[in-house]
């Protein structure tokens, strides 16, 4: 065990654990950021913690077996009472608002409430945020029963922060649909104002966005971390982006949004990288990519390029 | 890009690009129809059309991840406003009638009339047909509605044309379940006369039915194409009709209906023959298969076996 | 054919054939369990028997394609028509009530009955017996229209057994979730119990449970068979348990309840282990999983070890 604990409570500037290093953050910053992504890495490894799931129908068994490859253990449930009972034994929940039935427009919602009450961690993946009318009620109806972390791709972020009324719509940004339209880049200052907004309504002020992207990025409102690399291949398999956000879950059942966020990403990034290099197509690339986030170790992770700035 | 460009409005006899060409169609016409099938392959992997599905839970991850593997993308949904909406922006949706739910029941004549209205274009697999009286009520309700292409296997095609009074049953067929009990032989005057039909409903007059079986068979009324070839391990994998569907919609955004099955099915039967020599039992066919359908070259595909008669 | 044919309906002590070795039981039994078990291996792969499943989402399609790489063949189904309809020409049934929806509350019930009306056999999977009021009171119900074969984890087995008053809480036992809390060996008395009593609702008077952990268990109600073997990453995979229920029916249409639930956990833990020697990880771990059931010898299965005491 190290100083940088997932445990940790105190200030979040650069995610640094040592609060006399708070100030104009740095790349320095970054290896107390590390230490603690390897530590969320190791911890979800020996503790093997539930993060539950409501999410689509298509990528559900994907989101459970990177679950399971990452080392933390899943559950899938779709009624309200269910879905709060198991709760009470899950570190961190994940919804995903893919193939919604008709009984989610009040599921959701209810759910959402519950997890507010008690407190409850969850990661919202708002995939194809603006497509449907029940889709965007639901969406809706969370800025006042806020997640703790959101991750999409730009499109989705930008559709989501619009909906909200963080951000202005600028009439450039088109609906989302499941494929991102719109450039990583143009998502940063969404994705800022949507952290912060999150933060805001969490419990200990402690929360972050992803955005999925060829280069990914991920912000605790105040910083921007770019994560590069991964696979093309990945967008040529269902459910890479939905199964990030599972893991994003099975991460925030142990660490802090932020270090959750980045662990994840990184993860599957570099899983990605290695599934690459042993595949001849999607469908072994999909076998080898569960196989690289079961085999991984924490400094592998850990150790990957951040560009901070 | 060839004259044999997926726009092309001309006659469709024998799929011929050169009206002059018409009149007795023979193998030699199968030339203008292997440079439209190749260019469809090429299209789908450069333009990556998206193709949405209302498709059963069982098979729905290997429909996206078929698709994908096509070169085209995938957005799967089951709501009203959803699938419309997304139908906006989608080349050309795929229906597939397994595991209902109960609001499936309106939900989907619903869908099928909103696509009637926008002349959208729509494969249809009407699995199972024949069984649950849901499933018949649904099936049914797409008569006035029709779709651009229908795919199934033989009793299913059968049951459907039975179904819609378009053939008097025989007494000799029985219900489909998910397996075929009838040959493929017993679909050809059912499969003609149910693409008759489609075309006659078509928008552009345009249609066709696509058999699988040992031997699949297309048709867009007029003429029968055989195809030859696959593997037996394609029927020990789930969803390898499912996704073949899924498939002949993501073909059906780029190409004219009988050019759309004819290239999925070649290319599912390529993709089965390749996946069967590289692997040991079902499990990692299915990886092989999906490797295949992404790595076959466009003249790999249309230059296979198609027997006319 | 063998004397220990599948249609044998002798009495069912130690799963003997011959009445004359009625009496104290002992391991010398085993080989006329044995050659039954290499039967119905063998008769699956012959008769390609249909076994229909009403199962969670997640699972839905490995339960598919284990069932198709034991042998047999399978249909999903959810509307009450539909899965009654398909009951008729399927030889068992599964039902899993992982990933519960509303319309669940009076469908599973309903079903439940008209199996028991017409006799049809079917395996129930409780998974997390004990999470959430809706899943609680479809367990229930079930005590009055019971399964033929219980397959789950120890915690779901006493939970089950423990919700339909055959044994008392001792308030021990948690929640089961759907990772068991506890152990095997906690479980024998409760799975004997309950297998007593399938045993006296079905007609003729044949049930097992089956109880899956490091070491499996299957019980008539009688004897206890403890099955050593299998490979920890069964558990790195999501639903393992799924689809050996889903197999448990496949091999329930050819055998009797006691020979289907040993087969089908030998198959498991013999695929299992041939799994973990070829795979780096859990992603390849599940495409060899389904290659080796598909590529075991009856023999292999039936010569596992089974410790009878």
New interface residues.
């Given amino acids: 065990m190290s100083d940088d604990s997932h445990t940790d409570t105190q200030s979040h500037c650069c995610g640094c654990a040592d609060q006399s290093a708070a100030g104009p953050c740095g790349p320095d910053d970054l290896t107390s950021i590390r230490g603690r992504i390897a530590q969320a890495v190791r911890d979800v490894r020996e503790r093997t913690p539930?993060a539950q799931s409501f999410t689509?129908?298509?990528?559900?068994?994907?989101v459970?077996?990177a679950q399971?490859?990452a080392g933390g253990?899943?559950?899938?449930?779709?009624?309200p009472?269910?879905v709060i009972?198991?709760a009470s034994?899950s570190g961190a929940d994940y919804i995903n608002v893919?193939?919604?039935?008709?009984?989610y427009k009040d599921a959701l919602p209810q759910i959402a409430r519950a997890f507010r009450k008690s407190g409850h961690k969850w990661v919202l993946d708002p995939v194809?945020a603006g497509?449907?009318?029940?889709?965007t009620e639901i969406l809706r109806s969370f800025r006042a029963a806020p997640p703790t972390i959101v991750r999409g791709n730009a499109s989705e972020i930008i559709a989501l922060a619009t909906m909200w009324g963080l951000i202005s719509p600028d009439g450039t940004s088109r609906?989302a649909?499941?494929?991102s339209v719109d450039d990583v880049d143009a998502a940063v200052e969404p994705a800022k104002t949507l952290a912060t907004f999150l933060a805001q309504s969490a419990p200990d002020a402690r929360a972050a966005v992803a955005v999925s992207g060829k280069v990914d990025l991920v912000t605790d409102g105040e910083r921007v971390y770019r994560l590069p690399g991964g696979s093309a291949m990945m967008?040529?398999?269902?459910?890479a982006g939905c199964s990030l956000g599972g893991v994003t879950a099975t991460y925030l059942a142990v660490a802090e949004p932020l270090i959750a966020a980045l662990a994840a990403s990184l993860l599957f990034n570099r899983a990605g990288e290695i599934a690459e290099t042993k595949?001849?197509?999607?469908?072994?690339f999909?076998?080898?990519?569960?196989?690289?986030?079961?085999?991984l170790a924490p400094e592998q992770v850990a150790g990957s390029a951040i560009d901070l700035r």
Same sequence: chains 1, 2, 3.
């Fill in positions: 539930l689509n129908f298509v990528t559900i068994n994907l459970a077996n399971l490859a253990t899943a559950a899938m449930s779709f009624l009472d269910d009972d198991t034994i893919g193939t919604l039935l008709p009984f194809a497509i449907g009318k029940t889709r609906p649909g499941v494929e967008t040529k398999i269902t459910g595949s001849d197509g999607p469908g072994t999909q076998a080898h990519f569960l196989d690289a986030l079961w085999n």
